[in-house]
T-cell receptor, first 111, second 113 residues
Framework: LAKTTQPISMDSYEGQEVNITCSHN???????ITWYQQFPSQGPRFIIQ???TKVTNEVASLFIPADRKSSTLSLPRVSLSDTAVYYC????????????FGTGTLLAVQP | GAGVSQSPRYKVAKRGQDVALRCDPI?????LFWYQQALGQGPEFLTY????????KSGLPSDRFFAERPEGSVSTLKIQRTQQEDSAVYLC???????????FGPGTRLTVT
């Protein structure tokens, strides 16, 4: 399973777009990139998953360059309720379901 | 519909006591996972069930940790002779089929004094 590196923390203000980048230099051919969000006293919640290029859903976009050695989670127009820890995970979900979390990025959104 | 539920939400145990933590996965979900999350850290994998079969227990930190899922639905994580280093949040997650998005419960916060 590929190791991931992401910033420990980020600050933003309400209404701004936030981009959190994750590096995964050793990503394997069969690996997918998945992002989870965790609020205090709650379990992690799936946000988005992708393999290459760009994926968008109702809450976020995921940008993956051609070499797949990094990925960027983009949160449009954040609000105070987006304050949470964001985890980037990489793995071959067909081979193993074991999720390997790093320490994540604590996003603090200020008014 | 109902999500993954865990009980109790909080548990305080004296060192040396045994504890049992319960997980009710989403109805019909085949796969169930347990994770341990220490303060300020990401969750760490403990064990994985597919139906009643425990397919991976490589993350269990010691033989004091034991998990079961006898009827392929509810699961119990048991910790014998608890130690202070067992203090953590224990998370349960389930998946409908063999792979896909994991749905997490709120966790049980265990404090060993």
């Amino acid at each position: 399973l590929a190791k991931t590196t992401q910033p420990i923390s980020m600050d933003s203000y309400e209404g701004q777009e936030v981009n959190i980048t994750c590096s995964h230099n050793n990503i394997a051919t069969n690996d997918y990139i998945t992002w989870y969000q965790q609020f205090p006293s709650q379990g992690p919640r799936f946000i988005i998953q992708g393999y290459k290029t760009k994926v968008t859903n109702e809450v976020a976009s995921l940008f993956i360059p051609a070499d797949r050695k990094s990925s960027t989670l983009s949160l449009p127009r954040v609000s105070l309720s987006d304050t949470a820890v964001y985890y980037c995970l990489v793995g071959d979900w067909g081979a193993t379901n074991k999720l390997i979390f790093g320490t994540g990025t604590l996003l603090a959104v200020q008014p | 519909g109902a999500g993954v539920s865990q009980s109790p939400r909080y548990k305080v145990a004296k060192r040396g006591q045994d504890v049992a933590l319960r997980c009710d996965p989403i109805s019909g979900h085949v796969s169930l996972f347990w994770y341990q999350q220490a303060l300020g850290q990401g969750p760490e994998f403990l064990t994985y069930f597919q139906n009643e079969a425990q397919l991976d227990k490589s993350g269990l930190p010691s033989d004091r940790f034991f998990a079961e899922r006898p009827e392929g639905s509810v699961s119990t994580l048991k910790i014998q002779r608890t130690q202070q280093e067992d203090s953590a949040v224990y998370l349960c997650a389930s998946i409908k089929a063999g792979q896909g998005e994991q749905y997490f419960g709120p966790g049980t916060r265990l404090t060993v004094t």
